[in-house]
């Protein structure tokens, strides 16, 4: 994930964190919802998008929209954006035929043609069949500069919790015996070939009151999770916290940045040293790049 996308998650996450900011035993009449997966949160939930979904179907407006848009999301002329990697032009695309997505790529060339020609790389509904799971992609990290090495994010059914699977872009497979985290709310990214950072919960006390980590570990190649080094932790009172490997455009590392999303647009940011670290002096709105 890049810089730019940690600070809109931020932001994300601080609107959600509105929701949960009366914790727990605080009598908030409306408390039960916090249990997402609860039997109660969950009827209530159903219960409403029936209600919506009823009223919706009731206007004579409704059936005409939802062809139409049914007919754009699945157009076969849509632009396929990308990005361009050094092995190729990657696109996820979706449609009728591949309704949970594939992860494609083609060439330069090919894809300045009318008809550009798609190799398959990961197909998420393929996927999902084989491992009897309702699988929504949330994206790839991958390790410059070849990149193609991937910590693939899976989540069941698209909440927030997803698992990570270490994905060869080359091979076309997941790698293995390669990095492989349980289900959780996570961020994982590259330090380098046999080592990613995990943001992620770690056990009581380790998330945010706004149900995020906060509380980032060095995870090498072949270990378990709980024989994870912790190199950066925020506070409890953060939206969230993690770190990041601050890269050039060549994929060259300059150093190992701590964040932690202070607020909706606010982030700070240390510079990790074995030395000491040092928190650097930056505006809250400010951005590393």
């Not at 330069?108 to 393929?126: F, G, H, K």
């Not at 996927?127 to 992609?137: F, H, N, P």
């Amino acid at each position: 994930m890049t810089l730019i996308s940690k600070a809109m998650a931020a932001a994300i996450l601080m609107t959600a964190g509105s929701a949960t900011a009366q914790g727990p035993g605080t009598g908030d009449p409306h408390e039960w919802l916090e249990e997402v997966r609860g039997e109660k949160a969950l009827a209530w939930a159903k219960a409403e998008s029936d209600r919506t979904l009823k009223a919706f179907q009731s206007d004579r407006r409704y059936q005409g929209m939802y062809d139409r848009a049914l007919e754009v999301l699945q157009a076969k002329d849509r632009i396929p954006f990308v990005q361009i990697r050094p092995d190729g032009l990657y696109n996820f695309w979706q449609d009728q035929t591949n309704v949970r997505g594939l992860l494609r790529r083609t060439t330069l060339a090919s894809y300045r043609t009318a008809s550009p020609v798609w190799e398959p790389v990961l197909d998420i509904d393929a996927l999902a069949r084989a491992d009897g799971k309702s699988w929504v992609y949330k994206g790839m990290q991958c390790l410059p500069p070849a990149m193609t090495r991937c910590l693939v994010n899976l989540s069941e059914g698209g909440g927030d919790a997803t698992v990570i699977r270490e994905f060869d872009t080359a091979a076309r497979r997941f790698v293995d015996g390669g990095f492989s985290l349980p289900e959780g709310k996570q961020d994982g990214d590259w330090e380098d070939r046999d080592s990613i950072i995990v943001a992620r919960d770690w056990g009581p006390g380790t998330m945010t009151e706004s149900g995020y980590a906060f509380v980032a570990k060095r995870l090498r190649r072949g270990q378990t999770l709980d024989q994870a080094v912790e190199i950066y932790r925020g506070e409890p009172g953060d939206v969230g916290a993690g770190a990041f490997v601050l890269r050039d455009s060549a994929g060259r590392s300059h150093g190992l940045i701590g964040y932690r999303s202070v607020g909706a647009h606010e982030m700070r940011f240390t510079l990790l040293q074995p030395s000491g670290n040092i928190p650097l002096n930056l505006p809250d709105r400010a951005n590393l790049a």
